[in-house]
């Protein structure tokens, strides 16, 4: 990987929709070159995919909480079982296994303080090995990319 390569990774982070003309322009090459280096970081796996990013509140999903997950049982299974069914709960955007004083963080995001409540006691708190949850609920997204 170049610095043209990582400012094409660059100007697309920004703008997933740009033109490939535009995309050219702005790393100082030709479109031919240019697609062929987003190809090359596509099968490369530096490019993973594109998405639209979307006004959840709009959509009446806006609340999001922060959860802290502690497990009693850390060994790879326990963190493989967790790590499945993590997966499979909608209401999980996120979920980062963390080295610290806890073991997971989830990004959970639910249309309000209610459905969250219901969506920890009955979902996440009955995730494999969950021993403990502390959670932190977004007052304000201040950068939100």
């Known amino acids: 990987m170049d610095r043209i390569d990582r400012k094409i990774i660059d100007v697309l982070d920004r703008d997933a929709r740009v033109s490939m003309a535009l995309l050219a322009k702005a790393v100082g ?3 031919t070159p240019v697609q062929a280096r987003v190809k ?3 099968s490369e796996g530096y490019i993973r995919g594109y998405r639209a990013v979307i006004d959840w509140s709009r959509l009446g999903e806006g609340h999001i909480a922060f959860v802290q997950v502690t497990l009693s049982d850390t060994r790879s299974r326990a963190l493989d079982e967790f790590n499945q ?3 499979a709960i909608n209401s999980i955007e996120e979920c980062h296994m963390i080295a610290g004083s806890y073991d997971y963080l989830l990004k959970v995001r639910t249309d309000d303080i209610t459905t969250y409540r219901r969506v920890l006691g009955e979902t996440i708190s009955s ?3 969950v021993a403990h ?3 932190f ?3 304000e997204a201040v950068v939100d990319t």
């Open 127 to 129: 995730l494999p090995h």
């Open 29 to 31: 090459l030709s479109k």
């Open 85 to 87: 069914a993590s997966k």
């Open 137 to 139: 609920v977004v007052m």
């Open 133 to 135: 949850t502390s959670t």
């Open 40 to 42: 090359r970081l596509e």
